[in-house]
Nanobody
Framework: QVQLVESGGGVVQAGKSLELTCGVS????????MGWYRQAPGKQRELVAD???????NYADSVKGRFTISRENARYTIYLQMTSLKPEDTAVYYC?????????????WGQGTQVTVSS
């Protein structure tokens, strides 16, 4: 069983910053790409940013230059530093990880953390 636990969401004013954290626990061989997704009310879940074990990153155009994803492999943890937040960043943010376990690869998701940006 693998668990992803997010923390760090909250309510902030536009222009402020927040940092999200996601840690992975449980039984697995390795973790590959990890990422942050978000889902706003009435919209589809979308990729925000992801990061490989070698720290190659990928960002949605809407967050480039404002958000930074980072990773601590030894602690199976990723972070999302969000700056210059906008009301349109309001969403539930989900952590995602590609998990290798017993010779198979699967995806795991966290429970989500709410980020609300007020104007």
């Amino acid at each position: 069983q693998v668990q992803l636990v997010e923390s760090g969401g909250g309510v902030v004013q536009a222009g402020k910053s927040l940092e999200l954290t996601c840690g992975v626990s449980g039984s697995f061989s390795s973790i590959n790409t990890m990422g942050w997704y978000r889902q706003a009310p009435g919209k589809q879940r979308e990729l925000v940013a992801d990061i490989t074990p070698s720290a190659a990153t990928n960002y949605a155009d809407s967050v480039k230059g404002r958000f930074t994803i980072s990773r601590e492999n030894a602690r199976y943890t990723i972070y999302l530093q969000m700056t210059s937040l906008k009301p349109e960043d309001t969403a539930v943010y989900y952590c995602n990880a590609e998990i290798d376990r017993l010779g198979e690869r699967s995806e795991a998701w966290g429970q989500g953390t709410q980020v609300t940006v007020s104007s």
